[in-house]
């Protein structure tokens, strides 16, 4: 799979079949044109234009899991796998994927599987056309990896619920019409003590505090919010109150898998590139992959991509048929990020100083992907929940 064919065409992997490799080719063509033209741009200004989400929404790839009766494709998780590793693949952006992924990928999600008909109402609809941008708000200033010590404090009085608090470090955080926002609903907090709020921008004390500045993911934006008294109806409350922490394993699952896919498509475009530079650049009057250290070093990276992706394929084949795949997903996370940097940092390597240069993208690779190790639950904790479903 990993090996630059002639054709270009992919053979069919399980659990993909036929229909998902048409709408692979679709979303190739347009990422190709639409989206990877304008990467270098959208990077130095920080931000990609907010009617990406449209012109996504427009060709249906913000639906794609979703149920037409809310504007959906009616597709399944694969078809967003699909999406997802396309979109790494073809674009070459990490920011540009998250902040897309982010919407689709983990902010509708807990409201479709965890709202009522009126809530999936209220913001699919709009969510899935591209009009309301969405974002997930676990993290605070003072709680990332331990996710139960949150602080941030939702204080029912009568229908509603008065949120004080802060998150950090949100992507879409900046221009994120609702968050889907963790808060303490009991004195203890805790696992049995934390539910979910839908917000909204435009409540009165909720404040975005601050557009952060990152190492990469320069063009999705990621920002500090903070919550003054925000009166929130409690029709607003997603799920059970104090059930929250359900949710939030629930969501990761389905993050984790996200970041390994889309890892899975970013060392591809890595190596077709690799590959591409290896058999053009010489040096000592032959091609760079002529030489026997390149050749090896080639053939490192796309075995240890190979690895990724079966690895991923099959957590995502098990999530799929609904089977118990925490302990699958956590390796998938765990060895696609560090695995995604690696092979970036071999890629600079081989291009030489043209890597480290910005135009050939390389170098944005690399820095795009240290975020892996970090975000969505980090290597540490990965090797703990691993251990723990070993009975560790
Ligand atoms: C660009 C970016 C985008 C993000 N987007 C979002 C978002 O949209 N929504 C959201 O809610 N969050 C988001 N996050 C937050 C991300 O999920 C957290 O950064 C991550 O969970 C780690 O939390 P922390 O940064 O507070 O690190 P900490 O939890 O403070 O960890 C610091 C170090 O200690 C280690 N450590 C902690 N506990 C243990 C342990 N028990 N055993 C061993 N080692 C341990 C960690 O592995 C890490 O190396 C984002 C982060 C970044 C950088």
Redesign the pocket.
């Known amino acids: 799979m990993t090996v630059v064919k002639d054709t270009g065409a992919r053979a069919i992997l399980p659990p993909f079949g036929e229909e998902h490799e048409e709408l692979r080719q679709t979303v190739s063509r347009f990422v190709s044109k639409e989206i990877a033209p304008h990467v270098d741009e959208w990077e130095a200004a920080r931000e990609f234009p907010r009617e990406l989400y449209s012109r996504c929404a427009e060709l249906g790839f913000l639906g794609l899991k979703f149920p037409e009766e809310l504007g959906g494709q009616g597709g399944t998780h694969l078809h967003d796998a699909v999406w997802v590793e396309e979109l790494a693949r073809s674009g070459g952006s990490g920011g540009v994927a998250?902040g897309l992924n982010?919407h689709t990928s983990?902010a509708m999600p807990p409201i479709f599987k965890f709202g009522t008909e009126e809530q999936k109402q209220r913001w699919l609809p709009a969510g899935i056309a591209g009009e309301k941008i969405g974002?997930?708000?676990?993290?605070e200033p003072g709680?990332?990896?331990?996710v139960a010590s949150l602080t941030t404090t939702a204080k029912r009085h009568g229908d509603t619920y008065v949120v004080n608090g802060a998150?950090t470090?949100?992507?879409?955080?900046v221009r994120a019409d609702f968050l889907v926002c963790a808060c303490k609903t009991s004195e203890e907090g805790g696992h049995g003590g934390i539910s979910f709020l839908v917000l909204e921008r435009e409540m009165p004390g909720y404040e975005v505090s601050r557009k952060l500045e990152?190492m990469g993911?320069h063009s999705s934006d990621?920002g500090e919010i903070s919550f003054t008294d925000v009166e929130v109806p409690a029709e607003n409350l997603l799920g059970e109150e104090n059930g929250g922490f359900k949710l939030i394993m629930a969501n990761f699952a389905w993050e984790r898998l996200l970041m390994a896919i889309g890892a899975v498509g970013a060392m591809q475009r890595l190596i077709e590139v690799t590959v591409a530079y290896a058999g053009e650049r010489e040096a000592f009057g032959r091609p760079i992959g002529k030489f026997q250290a390149i050749r090896h070093q080639v053939a490192e990276m796309a075995t240890l991509a190979e690895t990724s992706r079966a690895l991923t394929y099959n957590g995502l084949r098990l999530f799929h048929e609904g089977q118990d795949c925490i302990q699958e997903v956590s390796m998938a996370k765990l060895l696609t990020q560090r695995a995604l940097l690696e092979i970036a940092d071999q890629s600079l390597q081989i291009h030489g100083g043209y890597g480290y240069m910005r135009e050939y993208g390389i170098e944005r690779a690399v820095r795009d992907a240290r975020?892996g190790p970090?975000?969505?639950?980090?290597?540490?904790?990965m090797k703990?929940i691993i251990g723990k479903t070993m009975g560790l």
Not at 135 to 139: D, F, Q, S
Not at 143 to 146: P, V
Not at 374 to 379: E, H, M, Q, Y
């Open positions: 998250a982010a983990i974002a997930l708000g676990i993290t709680a990332g990896s331990d998150k470090f949100i992507t879409n955080g990152k993911w990621t975020l970090i975000g969505g639950g980090t290597d540490e904790i703990e």
